[in-house]
């Protein structure tokens, strides 16, 4: 019977010092980090997670302003408000949600996302800082997983790791932070051949892959920490994980629930990241 690691408290716990720390900052001050939430299209999904985006800010006493744009937004009109946003004073951070219609190229403006507002750091100077451990800003989904892992007091340092899934925005960022407390790490993806018997080598197990249930008891080494970045909604509109939370949670020592897991955390360490900007900004390190 696994501990269930609870990302919702962690997260409050988290967000309630981001507000502390913002009020204290205020009162002496006079200023507050504020967001710029910027969304292209309607997808639904994308509504949902700006929505508790800009819900934190307001929880941790940050402003928030959402550009929402239409669908058929080109690259140059997007690229454009990016700009208009580097140049405003008062914006200390910029978030584009992901992902942005097909005419438009995810790169192009990332790159242009002035490098110290870029609170979600896929800006390719911050991904740089990452790899050398130079933590401008934390990776916003790796680094609420990190938070997770610490909080059942499990050592990283010396213990196998496996991720699976090797994107920019969790994989590889993810491998990066667990190497740098000293895991040994191993990244899997859909070419891994002979994944389970990998994946059962796993003392720390995080699973990013985007498919529902993929992972199940018989990849999971018995008093494995598993922790499930996966958000897939399921026909019947339920949310569920990458992991078969059901045949896995009986194996493992601790596991991440979803919904209430790894979600949360990531809005969470996406509020100190703004605060870290808006600090930054205005010298107050
Ligand atoms: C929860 C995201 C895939 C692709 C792009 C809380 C969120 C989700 C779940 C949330 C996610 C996932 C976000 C829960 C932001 C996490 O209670 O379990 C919060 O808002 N997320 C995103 O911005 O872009 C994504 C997943």
Redesign the pocket.
């Known amino acids: 019977m696994a501990n269930l690691i609870d990302?919702?408290q962690v997260s409050a716990t988290v967000k309630e010092q981001v507000k502390q720390e913002t009020e204290n900052l205020f009162q002496k001050y006079g200023k507050r980090p504020a967001l710029a939430v910027v969304i292209v299209g309607n997808n639904p999904?994308?509504r949902?997670?700006v929505n508790?985006?800009k819900k934190a800010c307001e929880m941790v006493g940050f402003q928030s302003f959402e550009y929402a744009l239409p669908e058929d937004t080109t690259q140059e009109e997007l690229l454009e408000l990016v700009q208009t946003l580097n140049a405003d004073e008062n914006i200390n951070g910029i978030l584009v949600?992901?992902p942005v219609p097909k005419q438009i190229d995810e790169n192009a403006i990332i790159n242009a996302i002035s490098s110290e507002k870029d609170v979600d750091a896929f800006h390719p100077e911050n991904v740089g800082k990452i790899m050398i451990g130079d933590y401008a800003f934390l990776p916003c989904?790796p680094a609420g997983v990190m938070e997770l892992i610490h909080a059942t007091g499990i050592e990283i340092s010396g213990k196998k790791c496996v991720v699976i899934g090797r994107s920019n925005i969790v994989g590889k960022p993810m491998a990066m932070l667990l190497l740098h407390e000293s895991g040994t790490v191993t990244i899997c993806h859909s070419r891994t051949q002979d994944l389970p018997s990998v994946t059962r080598e796993a003392d720390i197990l995080v699973v990013a892959i985007g498919k529902a249930n993929f992972v199940t008891a018989d990849m999971v080494k018995e008093g494995a920490v598993v922790i499930d970045v996966g958000?897939n909604r399921l026909e019947n509109g339920k949310?569920c994980g990458d992991v078969n939370f059901a045949e896995v949670e009986p194996k493992a020592s601790w596991i991440t629930p979803?919904?209430?897991?790894?979600?949360?955390m990531?809005?969470a360490m996406l509020m100190k990241n703004t605060l870290t900007a808006f600090k930054k900004q205005n010298n107050l390190f």
């Open positions: 990302g919702k999904a994308s949902v997670y508790n985006k949600q992901l989904t958000m949310l979803v919904p209430g897991g790894v979600g949360p990531t809005i």
